[in-house]
């Protein structure tokens, strides 16, 4: 197993938006992108060598904190496994926030994957 995080399929401790300086960047001049049920907030700068990303869900939506924590791993997978389509739309340097807007429970993987590309297709 590679843990040093240069692959393309990986999520590494850089890429993860933390910094509660560049998320309230990200929310004052970010622009927002709804597609089915996940919506996004990106902004774009150089000023990052790579971008970094965030996935959050609604406690509003998601009593229970291990429906909310499953969801996140699969938006987190799902960013992981299709990076490539992602840096495609959105570009390598800024920061983003991925939200889950439906109430519902996603089914499986492959629903939260076929949300996450129509997100990055509607970009291009």
């Not at 890429?15 to 929310?27: A, H, M, N």
């Not at 927002?32 to 902004?43: A, C, D, E, L, S």
Request: glycine share 6%.
């Amino acid at each position: 197993m590679n843990d040093s995080g240069t692959g393309d399929t990986c999520y590494p401790r850089a890429e993860k938006l933390k910094s509660k300086r560049e998320l309230d960047v990200l929310f004052d001049k970010g622009k927002w992108k709804t597609v089915g049920n996940m919506r996004i907030v990106t902004y774009s700068t150089a000023e990052l060598p790579q971008a970094k990303i965030g996935v959050s869900v609604s406690k509003r939506n998601f009593k229970k904190a291990v429906h909310r924590n499953r969801i996140k791993r699969l938006l987190r997978e799902a960013y992981r496994l299709n990076k490539s389509s992602f840096t495609e739309a959105f570009g390598t340097s800024g920061i983003s926030m991925i939200f889950w807007v439906s109430s519902t429970m996603p089914k499986n993987y492959d629903e939260v994957k076929e949300a996450f590309l129509k997100l990055c297709q509607t970009k291009k």
